[in-house]
């Protein structure tokens, strides 16, 4: 019994931290740190060397489900994939491609061993004969940490199938499980029209198990202190704890770990607390939804708590918008950048999102002379479920979201012209917005 | 047997050609991209549906047969 597994038991207030229990702000936790504090990687223990299948059991039954937006039963993932004719693929997905999420990217930098476990424990579960760590190819110092990280790995044989790293691409659908898939198998980083899904038919044409990075290094976790260890945080019907990341109008902008269902407002005052009275939640990130902070205040952070309110969970994003930003200025900044992240596969996208981006700033910077709502409205309605990934919905339920939430300042906008909002500095993060032209 | 259309969307160049073959189940966005009215296809629409599929030029339209009902 480790001393994490101990105090877990001994005090609830001490469930926490889990995966950032090892973190140091200063330097990169080394194998040696990540051994003392955990203990061996037990391919020879619970996930037993004559049972690799055992670990998907344990998976399955710790109800952890994947934390990079899509929120699927990762024991059942992993099942689909073991059952496959053999020879399967795993792919870790570290090319975080959300601006408001930095989760990912700490716990690679700073915590690689565990994420770096949690590959080589999936691969041993589902039988993989291949294992990818995928990271953004511009990333060349988190590359060098990574090689480095590995390298230290191969000196003491800790990984019997060799973990390779490929850089990809960096844009934010690139980050998309069927982009990376045909990536990894020679071709252009954008999503595929399924099926076949990649874990019938993945990389090579082998069953593939693509997991974020978080999954990854909670499976490391469950693997050394079990499934009712990890549902001793959380809720029954969304276990364990998540990384989030809190930006905008708080005091600690960070990545904070907190147990599932913990309120939205809570996890703002964890991160300090507003700096401004705050007038609106961004949560899910771009894909998300905004919701009223007032409402959003008591709803426990999980996939099915925030959907259930009209927002989502994604990557575990929560951006704070202050009463003197404009909610609607905001949307428009980042369905300008989602509709330049397009793709550029599929029509009703690579034509509607631009236009709807047009309609938002129109509305947001112009005044919309009466239309610009109307507009957006019917635009979303085109746009929406007519790509082969998920990019124009998510984008369009943000847009709906914005509409609504914002409805009385979409009025103003639309009738009266921009609201003072406008001109205060932009709130969210937009890669590339400098080299814009509004006009 | 039941038809339904289906669209590859990476695929679809927007040529039209299908919303002109078959009015009655596809019409056009703005850009000239397909929208189904409905995916499932009428019998009585089966073989206008086939004839629209046949004619797409970059192979983008596709009728997926469900047997019974």
Redesign the interface.
């Known amino acids: 019994m480790t001393a994490l597994a101990l105090a877990a038991r001994r005090s609830p207030q001490l469930r926490l931290p889990r995966l950032l229990a090892g973190i140091s702000y200063y330097d990169v936790a080394s194998l040696r740190d990540h051994e003392q504090r955990y203990g061996p990687l037990p391919l020879w223990g619970t996930a037993g060397r004559r049972r690799p299948g055992r670990l998907i059991d344990v998976v399955d039954a710790s109800g952890l489900t994947g934390r990079g937006g899509g929120g699927f039963p990762t024991g059942r993932k992993m099942r689909s994939v073991a059952a496959g004719p053999g020879g399967a693929v795993v792919v870790a997905n570290g090319a975080e491609g959300e601006p408001v999420s930095c989760k990912d990217r700490l716990l690679l930098t700073r915590l690689p061993h565990l994420v770096l476990d949690g590959i080589t424990l999936a691969a041993h579960a589902v039988r993989a004969r291949t294992a990818y760590l995928c990271i953004h190819g511009r990333e060349t110092e988190l590359r060098d940490a990574l090689e480095e990280a590995l390298a230290q790995r191969r000196a003491v044989g800790l990984d019997p199938v060799p973990i390779q790293l490929r850089g990809i691409p960096g844009r934010y659908v690139a980050s998309e499980q069927s982009a990376i898939v045909q990536y990894l198998n020679g071709g252009p980083a954008k999503p ?2 399924s099926p076949p899904r990649p874990h019938q038919r993945g990389v090579r044409g082998r069953p593939t198990l693509v997991n974020n990075v978080e999954t990854l290094a909670h499976l490391a976790l469950i693997a050394r202190f079990g499934d009712r260890w990890f549902r001793g945080a959380g809720l029954p019907a969304a276990p364990g704890s998540a990384l989030v990341t809190v930006s905008g109008a708080v005091r600690r902008p960070g990545v904070y770990e907190i147990e599932l269902g913990t309120p939205a407002g809570q996890v703002v005052v964890t991160a300090g607390g507003p700096a401004e009275p705050p007038a609106a939640l961004l949560v899910g990130g771009y894909f998300g939804a905004w919701l009223p902070a007032g409402a959003a205040w008591p709803v426990p952070m999980c996939h099915a708590a925030l959907k259930a309110a009209g927002g989502a969970m994604g990557a575990g994003i929560v951006a704070v918008l202050p009463v003197s930003s404009c909610g609607l200025a905001e949307t428009a900044r980042v369905i300008r950048y989602l509709a330049g992240e397009n793709a550029g ?5 690579r ?2 999102l631009p ?1 709807l981006a047009d309609a938002l700033a129109d509305l947001a910077y112009q005044g919309g002379r009466g239309r610009a709502v109307e507009r957006a409205a019917m635009l979303a309605g ?1 746009v929406a479920g ?3 990934c998920r990019h124009p919905d998510g984008a369009v339920q943000l847009v709906r979201s914005a509409l609504r939430v914002f409805e009385a300042d979409a009025r103003w906008h639309d009738q009266r012209g921009p609201c003072p909002g406008v001109a205060r500095a932009p709130l969210l993060p937009v890669p590339g917005e400098a080299d814009w032209d509004w006009a | 047997m039941s038809y339904e259309l289906r669209v590859n969307p990476i695929a679809c160049d927007g040529r039209g050609l299908c919303a002109e073959l078959l009015p009655e189940i596809i019409e056009l966005d703005p850009w000239g991209y397909p929208i189904l009215v409905s995916a499932e296809v009428p019998r009585a629409l089966a073989e206008h549906a086939k004839r629209a599929v046949a004619a797409c030029p970059v192979l983008a339209l596709a009728l997926v047969t469900h047997p019974r009902g």
């Open positions: 595929t029209f596969q599929c029509g009703p996208c034509f509607g236009a085109l007519r790509g082969a």
